[in-house]
């Protein structure tokens, strides 16, 4: 069973002050990780692709990079407006055609001014 | 910049009714998702739907549960009999391949009472 966890739970941080987000999968072959931000009350929103071990994508202050068990999202001098859950999900390899995302429960991260 | 709509945003009904949300896939994807999201849990896969059937669903989706795409834009889920634990989120999303990045709508609040 596919499976994501995510770390820590919560992290709230001073404007300016760099910090790392975890995501730990199993999942058996992993065809694409995938990054979210997710507002209260709202959808999730796609940041970020991964779909092998080493590569990194960058998008304004935010990092992500893939391992083979991990991925990782770092945040570069956080302000007020990146505060949000942000959300890991994997997809497998596999036969048959759409895949489901397993999605970890997210890391609400609060950046206060 | 192309969206996935989702109509309502809120809907309240009364255990035992049916109720259909409604989606709009952004127009050039051919794979459509629906999700779940309980207050307080993680984003749950219900169901994939490509080339009008069904690819993958979950032990979520079961015979109270059908989707439909009724034309060329429009793609709908129908819970025939609502109990109180349906009461979630429900994102509709889509995507271009089955291996590429899902974009989700702004979800429908469904309250059942």
């Known amino acids: 069973e596919d499976q994501v966890t995510q770390s820590p739970e919560a992290l709230r941080l001073q404007e300016g002050e760099s910090s790392s987000l975890n995501c730990s999968y199993t999942?058996?072959?992993?065809?694409?990780l995938f990054w979210y931000r997710q507002d209260p009350g709202k959808g999730p929103e796609f940041l970020f692709t991964l779909y092998s071990a080493g590569e990194e994508k960058e998008k304004e202050r935010l990092k992500a990079t893939l391992t083979k068990k991990e991925s990782f999202l770092h945040i570069t001098a956080p302000k007020p407006e990146d505060s949000a859950t942000y959300l890991c999900a994997v997809l497998p390899r596999g036969k048959g055609s759409a895949r489901q995302l397993t999605f970890g429960s997210g890391t609400q991260l609060t950046v206060l001014p | 910049e192309p969206e996935v709509t989702q109509t309502p945003s809120h809907q309240v009904t009364q255990m035992g009714q049916e109720v259909i949300l409604r989606c709009v896939p952004i127009s050039n994807h051919l794979y459509f998702y629906w999700y779940r999201q309980i207050l307080g849990q993680k984003v749950e896969f219900l169901v994939s739907f490509y080339n009008n059937e069904i690819s993958e669903k979950s032990e979520i989706f079961d015979d109270q549960f059908s989707v439909e795409r009724p034309d060329g834009s429009n793609f709908t889920l129908k819970i025939r009999s609502t109990k109180l634990e349906d009461s979630a989120m429900y994102f509709c999303?889509?995507?271009?391949?089955?291996?590429?990045?899902?974009?989700f709508g702004p979800g429908t609040r469904l309250t059942v009472t």
């Open positions: 999942v058996s072959g992993l065809r694409g």
């Open positions: 999303a889509s995507s271009r391949t089955a291996h590429y990045e899902q974009y």
